[in-house]
């Protein structure tokens, strides 16, 4: 094994670069399963805890808006950015599903 | 603030089609059923996988790594997957006599998705040049800023289609 000085160097910037991408790696993977497995479970007969259509698409929305914020957080590097620029992507987010729900719910009620 | 607009005007469209969802429930549920759903699953996953290597190929270019082109590159094929799978979708709809004339859900479907893939288009152009400057170590902050406001970019587009597939394709 070679442990010249700039062998090191080199090993330990690959090291930190794969480390700083792994938070963005598990996300990846954590939505991935996420994705496929709403699709294989829930396409036609929705989630098996939930019965009602209405509660099926609040689950939906709800999944999806997490969803946003874990692409934020971990994609955007907004957890990194500055305060103001997180509060305003999690008010986004927050009333993004907020509005959803709320069109929706309005719509079936009338 | 650009990205958010662009992603308020799409959730602004949602809004407009759950409450149309929700006024002709039935119709829209047959026809939802008509979509391709492992279509629309492996959309989700190419965008996911693109906007994955987005963020990678940016932390890249922050340090100073070469590799970062190839990484922008391999987000741009997944991109050109996602156009090739919705072509595929389109040519199928189509060929079974759904059109955006069909009925409310099958305008608002091809109008949104329409809307989204000249997104998708207009951000395959930004990860082809981010893979042309990335080729070279950046000597100043504005152009590292220009990176990582075009892989932003991506990701709305991404977003995006986080919001719009479930609710065109799971919800039943």
């Known amino acids: 094994m070679d442990h010249t000085l700039p062998n090191l160097l080199s090993d330990s910037v690959t090291a930190a670069m794969n480390l700083s991408t792994r938070p963005a790696t598990v996300v990846w993977l954590l939505l991935t399963t996420v994705t496929v497995a709403s699709w294989l479970v829930g396409s036609h007969h929705g989630p098996p805890f939930i019965s009602s259509r209405q509660a099926i698409t609040f689950f939906v929305l709800f999944v999806a808006f997490l969803k946003v914020w874990l692409i934020f957080l971990y994609f955007m590097d907004v957890r990194s950015a500055p305060i103001a620029l997180r509060a305003v992507c999690a008010v986004w987010t927050l009333a993004g599903a907020v509005s959803l729900v709320a069109v929706y719910l309005t719509a079936s009620n009338s | ?172």
């Open chain 2, 1 to 172: 603030m650009l990205i958010l607009g662009e992603a308020s005007v799409f959730t602004l469209l949602f809004g407009c089609f759950l409450y149309s969802r929700a006024k002709a429930i039935d119709l829209f549920a047959q026809s939802e059923a008509e979509l391709n759903s492992a279509l629309g699953v492996t959309n989700t996953v190419l965008l996911l996988t693109s906007s994955w290597l987005v963020a990678r190929a940016v932390t890249a270019v922050r340090q100073g790594y070469a590799r970062a082109s190839g990484l922008f590159g391999a987000a741009a094929l997944c991109g050109v997957g996602f156009i090739g799978t919705k072509a595929a979708e389109y040519h199928e709809l189509i060929s079974n006599g759904f059109t955006a004339f069909t009925n409310p859900f099958f305008s608002f479907y091809f109008a949104i998705t329409a809307l989204h893939l000249l997104h998708v288009v207009i951000g395959l152009i930004i990860l082809l040049a981010l893979r042309t400057v990335s080729r070279r170590p950046f000597g100043n902050p504005r152009q590292l800023m220009l990176v990582e406001s075009g892989g932003c970019y991506w990701h709305m587009v991404d977003l995006i289609w986080i919001i719009l597939f479930p609710i065109f394709y799971l919800i039943a």
